[in-house]
């Protein structure tokens, strides 16, 4: 296969940006970047694969994978055959299953294999144990949703610094290639055929600019501060290099520093969270035919963890992370039981996305949230939002409790501690325009 100018490289770069405590990862390239997809083969043996990716010294355990040696990359892969991303929509169709054509992205870890043309493949994993949740098949290849933009020459990838375990000292590299699947015994090998382009032969040279001024830490330290409850200000922009909507509330103190006193049981477990109600659909998350308020929520709750795709702790362990503060998408409802006349009902018959930890309509969609002094930050990507161009929004504070008496949870607001609009108008406006 020839080398298409969409895959022949003219440069690469890496940085860290500040306002989304994030890596951007960048490829430059002589024809359209993402613009060509491998012609299927009709089944995953043999599929082809093509792909951008980034050699990097980055540890495997950082971002999840254990007791393996090997190359970590992150790949940028296209494959119409098959579709490795079973937890994430990346054509906006609503369907989970079908977009292995869609260019996304792929931690993997190289090793030598002469299986393969090139003599490289992605290491295959003895027992599925040691993979993070998010690997979708038993290879050290995982596939953690992260935002890969196509902005015409370039190509470039999001990640969060919290997704390589805010590891502040690697280096990057650059290469394309392809690729292609070979199922032996069973058991797929994903091997490199070929290398088109490489920049300094493809090994990582590149530290990432700005790492040196990155925090160590997304949250800081617990602290009694009633103060951290009162909303002062919101904001949201929509970032159209990066593809993502950042959106900001502001508290009279040190934000995200409560955390609520556990329970000890699920049942009667409280809930702190920092809210944005929207006026987006339930469906474009996933919450089909829901009705209520869809509200974008960070919320801390020792008592459970709602979140088992994620490692908030960034420990190794996925299931002790509720105290931490992380993302939902929640559906409200009024509700006379609750005391603040509010709640996140049982899901029934509701469909719901992937990553819904529990039968209620409520989410854990993995997105990327920190706190810098008195300003809380969180990062919805935009192919989250296929079908909105732009939507309302309010910002509050609240404290929840789940009631698990019934068949199935529900969460109900208790408090409301402060209202910014004070009438949950939700005048706020952001635009992708």
Do not use: K
């Not at 068949?407 to 939700?426: N, W, Y």
């Amino acid at each position: 296969m020839p080398i298409d100018s969409a895959f022949d490289l003219v440069g690469f770069g890496a940085r860290y940006d500040a306002e989304l405590d994030a890596l951007i990862l960048e490829v430059e390239t002589v024809g359209d970047a993402g613009s060509v997809a491998p012609e299927a083969a009709g089944s995953v043996d043999g599929a082809p694969v093509l792909g951008y990716v980034f050699p990097t010294t980055l540890p495997p355990d950082a971002v999840g994978f254990s007791d393996v040696d090997g190359d970590l990359v992150l790949a940028v892969t296209s494959h119409p055959d098959f579709d490795d991303t079973p937890l994430w929509d990346e054509d906006g169709n609503r369907a989970y299953d079908d977009d292995g054509v869609v260019y996304h992205a792929h931690w993997a870890v190289l090793v030598s294999d002469d299986r393969a043309p090139a003599g490289l493949a992605v290491a295959q994993a003895p027992d599925p144990q040691v993979l993070p949740p998010t690997a979708p098949m038993p290879m050290y290849l995982d596939s953690p949703g992260f935002t890969v933009i196509e902005d015409g020459t370039s190509l470039r990838v999001v990640v969060p610094l919290d997704r390589v375990g805010r590891v502040l000292d690697f280096d990057v590299g650059a290469l394309t290639a392809q690729m292609r699947v070979q199922v032996i015994d069973e058991a797929p090998l994903l091997g490199v055929e070929s290398i088109f382009s490489a920049l300094d032969e493809g090994a990582p040279t590149l530290s990432p600019t700005g790492l040196d001024r990155a925090p160590q830490r997304a949250w800081p330290d617990a602290a009694d501060d009633p103060d951290t409850l009162d909303v002062t200000a919101t904001e949201a922009t929509y970032r159209s290099d990066v593809a993502t909507f950042v959106m900001t509330i502001d508290t009279a103190s040190a934000i995200a520093t409560s955390i609520p006193d556990p329970a000890g049981a699920l049942d009667g477990a409280p809930v702190l969270g920092y809210v944005f109600p929207t006026t987006i659909d339930p469906s474009e998350v996933g919450f089909e035919d829901a009705s209520g308020i869809l509200a974008l929520a960070v919320t801390s709750h020792p008592d459970f963890d709602d979140t088992p795709l994620w490692d908030e702790s960034l420990n190794g362990e996925y299931g002790d992370d509720g105290g931490v503060y992380h993302v939902h998408w929640a559906v409200l409802v009024d509700d006379t039981d609750s005391a603040a006349g509010l709640s996140v009902p049982p899901a029934g018959d509701t469909p719901r996305p992937p990553t819904s930890p529990m039968p209620m309509l409520l989410d854990s969609p993995g997105f990327h949230a920190f706190a810098r002094g008195a300003r809380l930050t969180v990062l919805v990507p935009g192919w989250h939002l296929p079908n909105t161009n732009a939507f309302n929004f309010d910002a509050l504070t609240a404290s929840m409790r789940v009631d698990a008496s019934g068949a199935e949870p529900t969460l109900r607001v208790e408090e409301v501690h402060d209202v910014l609009s004070g009438d949950l108008s939700l005048p706020n406006t952001v635009s992708r325009d």
